[in-house]
């Protein structure tokens, strides 16, 4: 059975070497990778809402990493951008360095995909060997083999 990642991940649209070391900055480094993508009906509109979520409340899940966020009408389907940053990233309000941005966006008429995705990642990030094996990935081919791997033993009978 093919996992939800499967259809998410585009290594097109991971950047490895982030460049920013501050939160909106490496925010937008990262969801620029969505401007074009043929879901996201208004690139901007989707922009300003992830921006007003991420100030509303904390995206940061913990280990360095961050699942920024919007359900939007400015997206016709769910989809995924990723960022890696080798110095971290500054989450001020948080408290926190983070080094894997995952940025998400999600129609508001799919709430239930959404909770998939983050359910999916979260028991990803859960394990070290998964956190290790991402953070050192020479390639956005690499990174995202490394995620539905990982995805695939989920879904594997136990």
Same mark, same amino acid.
Not at 52 to 78: F, K, M, Q, Y
């Given at each position: 059975m093919a996992g939800l990642l499967r259809t998410l991940?585009?290594?097109?649209?991971?950047?490895?070497?982030v460049?920013?070391?501050k939160r909106t900055a490496a925010l937008s480094e990262v969801a620029r990778q969505l401007d &074009?993508? %043929?879901?996201v009906v208004n690139y901007a509109g989707f922009y300003q809402e992830l921006l007003a979520r991420d100030r509303l409340d904390t995206t940061c899940l913990g280990n360095e990493i961050a699942l920024p966020h919007a359900r939007t009408e400015?997206?016709?389907e769910l989809v995924l951008a990723i960022g890696r940053s080798r110095a971290g990233v500054s989450f001020e309000k948080d408290k926190q360095i983070v080094r894997l941005l995952f940025v998400l &966006?999600? %129609?508001?008429?799919?709430?239930?995909g959404y909770l998939q995705v983050v359910s999916t990642l979260c028991k990803i990030f859960k394990d070290p060997?998964?956190?290790?094996a991402l953070l050192a990935a020479?390639?956005?081919e690499a990174f995202a083999e490394v995620l539905l791997v990982a995805e695939e033993k989920l879904l594997a009978p136990a």
């Amino acid at each position: 059975m093919a996992g939800l990642l499967r259809t998410l991940l585009d290594p097109a649209r991971i950047v490895l070497a982030v460049q920013s070391t501050k939160r909106t900055a490496a925010l937008s480094e990262v969801a620029r990778q969505l401007d &074009g993508h %043929p879901s996201v009906v208004n690139y901007a509109g989707f922009y300003q809402e992830l921006l007003a979520r991420d100030r509303l409340d904390t995206t940061c899940l913990g280990n360095e990493i961050a699942l920024p966020h919007a359900r939007t009408e400015h997206v016709s389907e769910l989809v995924l951008a990723i960022g890696r940053s080798r110095a971290g990233v500054s989450f001020e309000k948080d408290k926190q360095i983070v080094r894997l941005l995952f940025v998400l &966006g999600t %129609p508001k008429n799919n709430p239930m995909g959404y909770l998939q995705v983050v359910s999916t990642l979260c028991k990803i990030f859960k394990d070290p060997a998964n956190r290790e094996a991402l953070l050192a990935a020479a390639t956005p081919e690499a990174f995202a083999e490394v995620l539905l791997v990982a995805e695939e033993k989920l879904l594997a009978p136990a």
